[in-house]
C-alpha cells in the first residue's frame, strides 16, 4: 500500500504541510509506505493547452511533472493538502490540477484510488477547499470510467495559531490518515458516495465520451484509447485486417 502527500504549501513548515505530514505519519503506523511530493521544491511550467498528452500520454515540458505524475498513478492513496487562498486551493495546487489535465480525466487514470483533502486558513473557507481537493475523486478526474473513493477532508479555521499550537486538530490529521490506510487496506467502496453525479456519467457522459475517445483512437485520443484498453476500462474496436486479393479464394 503507497500513500503520497502532495503539499502546495510555500513554506516547508505551513500550517497545511503539518498536518498533511501528520496524516503520513498516521498511515504508516498502518503498514502503508508513505512518501512527501512538496511542490514548490520542484520544477512545473504551466500547461500549455497543445493536448499532445492525449495522444502521447505524457506531457512534452521538460520540466518535474512526469516524475511526479508516475508517482502519483503508482499510489494507492493519496493526501492532497493546499492552503485556503481566497476561499480556493492556492496557484501551485492548481496549477498542479491543470498539468494532470485533459489526459488523466479522459485515460480515468485516478480510478481506484483513495483521497484527502487537507487546508488550513486564517479565518475561514478552509472546509470547503478541502473538500474541493477531494473532487479531484469525486468529479471527472477520477469516475469516467472508473471509481475513486473519498475517505475524508479536513478543514481548519487556524484562528491566528499555529497548527502545533492546536493538539485536537492534529489528532484528526492522524485519525484522517489512518482512515485512508484502512479504507486501501479493506477496498471500501462507498456505495453512496457522489451517487447521483456516479449516475449522470454512466448514463450520458461516459458513452459520448467513449465514441469519441474511440473515433479519434488512432489521431488526437491515440494514448487515451490505448491506456483505457490496456487496462480493460473499454473494450477494443477490432480493426479490419487487409482485404483478400482479387481472386483468391477462402479455404
Known sequence: MKIIGVISSPSRDGNTATLVREALQAASTQGAEVEEIFLPEHNLRFCQGCSRCLVEGRCPQPDSFEEIRSKVYAADGL?????????????????????????????????????????????????????KLTGIASGPFGALFGRAYVSGSLGVARGGKRIEEQPAVLEKARRLGTRLADDISRGRRYPFQNLVGRAMRALFLRRAFERSIKDFRGREMKAVYESLVRRGLIEPIAEAGPAPAVGSRAG
Not at 492556492?90 to 487546508?119: C, E, H, P, Q
Open 79 to 131: 493526501v492532497l493538502g493546499s492552503p485556503t487562498y481566497g476561499e480556493a486551493p492556492n496557484a501551485i495546487m492548481k496549477n498542479f490540477f491543470d498539468r494532470l489535465g485533459l489526459y488523466t480525466v479522459f485515460s480515468s487514470s485516478l480510478a481506484g484510488k483513495y483521497f484527502v483533502g487537507i487546508s488550513t486558513a486564517g479565518a475561514m473557507g478552509a472546509g470547503g477547499v478541502a473538500k
